[in-house]
């Protein structure tokens, strides 16, 4: 996908404000710039950029959506040296492509946003960060992912643990696992990735696993030196690949068709068979159908509980003592470490910050029944306030969705200079009707309404996901249609 940014219309000066420094502030910051538009910042917590890929750096950390597909259209890249980039081959490619663009006069790393303030006079947001700076902008981007905030896991005892304890996503790059015994809770997307990378080096390693997932093959080959020169001599051979996985995934993403999940199930099984002791292989065995939970890829995960120290309990983890881990069963095992690979808060979107738009309405009162919004951008009561990767946006690759939310902001700003417009902000029974339809779309998932999927679901709603294809979100975000859209033209310019 190539949506053309290149009109050159003149621009009534709007100040935007974005917030987070992943791929969707980087993306929206790109197309800013490539618009003509410079007046923007943006603001991100965090010492670096990347988002995900600045935060996320622990072994083996590495995309699971092939990467060529998982990287931005205008930026194609020749050199991905494997089929599924590894985090810091990712973070590179993001820097790479913030200095391309000339993005870094407009950074402002180590800079949290704190509060957000509608001003209906004004027309413009008041914006807290920092230590307390004031920051004004008439459109807000909030590009703050959905992976933000680590969660441990709910065990008596946690902080009493005398070791060394981190989360997956907050790796201590200063600590050495060598020769210590460790332990894994979680058996995730994560998990998955780093126990094969650590258990060669650590004494002995325990995984602590609460249900079993779906881990199938990969095609992880790296690319051969031929491949990388023909991509290098021809970005066409590099649009062909992106092109050939997009075309793979894309029918595919709601596990709608019953037979190619059971073959997906079937690729699982034989993966498990790496396994050699069968009572084992029947623990790693998914009790769940394919797509009920998110679906993973190793080739690494299930050879690496063949090594004589890497242990698996599926006896639920009673309490956390100073020394070690006490299982169900009544065992205490004693570690070194203890790694929390137990996944993210994924159902607060704009809620995790503290926003209050028209009329004082503060955004946890919107959502109290969860939160939602029109295309997953934008939410009623809220004007001038875009989401990338919002409520009922997460599918296939993110980075595809990303860039269709901000085409869509882009198309916004282009109508409201056409039209002369100070704000908008989305119809609330317009809002309420697509999320009526989403949440029938998502009903119609069968394998989703198993009840595995808890992480994507605030009371019985699912707010995570989106129901359909990546070409089905993009044609919904194609256009900008004004009258879904209660609009003013009521401040100076
Ligand atoms: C380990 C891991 C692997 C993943 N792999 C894939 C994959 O293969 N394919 C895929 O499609 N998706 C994947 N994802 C999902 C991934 O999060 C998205 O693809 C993508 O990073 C979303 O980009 P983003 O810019 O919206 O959010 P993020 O990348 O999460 O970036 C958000 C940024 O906002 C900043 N921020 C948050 N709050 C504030 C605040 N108050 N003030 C200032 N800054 C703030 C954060 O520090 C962060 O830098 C993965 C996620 C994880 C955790």
Redesign the pocket.
């Known amino acids: 996908m190539a949506h053309d940014a290149s009109d050159d219309q003149p621009r009534r000066s709007r100040r935007v404000a974005i917030?987070?420094?992943?791929?969707?502030?980087?993306c929206t910051g790109v197309s800013l710039l490539t618009r003509g538009h410079d007046d923007f910042v943006i603001?991100?917590?965090?010492p670096g950029?990347?988002?995900?890929?600045?935060?996320?750096r622990y072994p083996g950390?590495?995309?699971?959506?092939k990467s060529h597909l998982?990287s931005f259209s205008f930026a194609p890249n020749p050199a991905w040296s494997r089929r599924?980039a590894r985090q810091p081959e990712m973070k590179s490619y993001l820097e790479d492509v913030v200095d391309r663009f000339g993005l870094r006069p407009h950074l402002r790393p180590g800079?949290?946003?704190?509060s957000l303030r509608w001003d209906d006079d004004a027309a413009v947001w008041h914006l807290t960060?920092g230590d307390g700076e004031a920051v004004d902008a008439e459109i807000v981007v909030s590009?703050?992912?959905?992976?933000?905030e680590p969660v441990a896991p709910d065990v008596a005892g946690l902080d009493r643990f005398e070791g060394t304890m981190f989360h997956s996503?907050q790796w201590d790059d200063d600590h050495d696992l060598t020769r210590e015994r460790v332990a894994v809770i979680g058996s995730a997307?994560?998990a998955v990735?780093l126990i094969p990378e650590i258990a060669p080096v650590v004494s002995s390693l325990t995984v602590y696993q609460r249900s079993a997932n779906w881990v199938s093959p990969k095609d992880d080959d790296p690319y051969t030196e031929d491949d990388l020169a023909t991509f290098a001599a021809d970005l066409d051979q590099v649009r062909a690949a992106r092109d050939e996985i997009f075309t793979t995934i894309d029918p595919n993403l709601t596990f709608a068709d019953t037979d190619r999940r059971a073959l997906y199930e079937q690729y699982g099984r034989r993966n498990i068979e790496l396994v050699e002791d069968p009572v084992l292989r029947e623990r790693l065995t998914p009790a769940v159908p394919y797509g009920c939970k998110r679906p993973l890829a190793s080739n690494l995960y299930y050879p690496t509980f063949n090594l004589p120290h890497v242990e698996l309990v599926t006896d639920p983890i009673t309490e956390v003592t100073e020394h070690g881990v006490v299982s169900a069963d009544g065992r205490t095992r004693e570690f070194d470490t203890i790694i929390l690979a137990t996944g993210?808060t994924t159902t607060k979107f704009l809620a995790?910050?503290d926003v209050v738009g028209r009329d004082g309405v503060d955004i946890d009162d919107a959502w109290a029944d969860g939160p939602q919004a029109y295309l997953g951008i934008t939410t009623s009561g809220f004007p001038n306030l875009f989401m990338?990767?919002g409520p009922n946006t997460n599918n296939?690759?993110?980075?595809y969705?990303?860039e269709c939310q901000v085409h869509y902001v882009m198309q916004m700003l282009d109508a409201m200079d056409e039209h002369g417009l100070d704000w908008v902000d989305v119809k609330r029974d317009v809002m309420d009707e697509y999320n009526d339809e989403v949440q029938r779309a998502l009903d119609a998932v069968e394998v989703w309404q198993a009840g595995c999927n808890s992480y994507y679901r605030v009371g019985g709603r699912i707010v995570t996901q989106w129901p359909g294809s990546m070409s089905e979100y993009r044609a919904r975000t194609e256009h900008v249609h004004l009258d879904a859209f209660e609009v003013a033209a009521t401040a100076t310019t």
Request: hydrophobic share 50%; proline share 4%; net charge negative.
């Open positions: 917030i987070g420094a992943g791929p969707g502030g980087i603001l991100e917590q965090a950029i990347g988002g995900t890929w600045f935060h996320n950390a590495e995309c699971d959506i998982y599924y800079t949290p946003v704190r960060v590009a703050i992912g959905m992976f933000g996503a997307a994560s990735q993210f995790a910050l990338l990767y296939g690759s993110i980075i969705m990303i």
